[in-house]
T-cell receptor, first 112, second 113 residues
Framework: KQEVTQIPAALSVPEGENLVLNCSFT??????LQWFRQDPGKGLTSLLL?????REQTSGRLNASLDKSSGRSTLYIAASQPGDSATYLC???????????FGKGTMLLVSP | DAGVIQSPRHEVTEMGQEVTLRCKPI?????LFWYRQTMMRGLELLIY????????DSGMPEDRFSAKMPNASFSTLKIQPSEPRDSAVYFC???????????FGPGTRLTVL
């Protein structure tokens, strides 16, 4: 059974710092991996989708990498802003399955 | 374009009552997913449909839960009878194809007293 772990569970940084959020998964046979952002009391917003054949994806200040063989993905946020404060969730889609397995998330607080 | 629409946004009910949650997926999307989010267990898949057909309902906790998708633009998740442990946020998501990027609705916060 696929398990997804996100470390740290919470992170607090001052504005302007570059930061990395980590995601690890137990079964490397994945179809793709998706990073989401969730604001308090809100739904999930899709940030980036990485296919298993890709090494990274970029969107603005966000860069997600994937190392399938080691079962790891990172989300890099450059020049963090208070508006980046949210919970970031990593979700893995195992090969042959349509469904996503989610990590518990990393709660990020960027202080001005 | 409208995203995934869910109603109601909040529901407070008493134990034993029937609860129906509603979802309208993004137009043109073929796959629809129902998730439940709690502090203890995080996000869990309950059931998903592809082309209106239930494909995997292994996440449905018990017979009290049922889901339908009568057409491509509407799905319901029903709990009957509801129990306090069903209190959670229920999300609906849709994707263009089964393996594509999923887009989530705003969720329904359910409280069962």
């Amino acid at each position: 059974k696929q398990e997804v772990t996100q470390i740290p569970a919470a992170l607090s940084v001052p504005e302007g710092e570059n930061l990395v959020l980590n995601c690890s998964f137990t079964d490397s046979a994945i179809y793709n991996l998706q990073w989401f952002r969730q604001d308090p009391g809100k739904g999930l917003t899709s940030l980036l989708l990485i296919q298993s054949s890709q090494r990274e994806q970029t969107s603005g200040r966000l860069n997600a990498s994937l190392d399938k063989s080691s079962g790891r993905s990172t989300l890099y946020i450059a020049a963090s802003q208070p508006g980046d404060s949210a919970t970031y969730l990593c979700a893995v889609r195992p090969s042959g399955y349509s469904t996503l397995t989610f990590g518990k998330g990393t709660m990020l607080l960027v202080s001005p | 374009d409208a995203g995934v629409i869910q109603s109601p946004r909040h529901e407070v009910t008493e134990m034993g009552q029937e609860v129906t949650l509603r979802c309208k997926p993004i137009s043109g999307h073929n796959s629809l997913f129902w998730y439940r989010q709690t502090m203890m267990r995080g996000l869990e898949l309950l059931i998903y449909f592809n082309n209106n057909v239930p494909i995997d309902d292994s996440g449905m906790p018990e017979d009290r839960f049922s889901a339908k998708m009568p057409n491509a633009s509407f799905s319901t998740l029903k709990i009957q009878p509801s129990e306090p442990r069903d209190s959670a946020v229920y999300f609906c998501a849709s994707s263009a194809e089964e393996y594509n990027e999923q887009f989530f609705g705003p969720g329904t916060r359910l409280t069962v007293l």
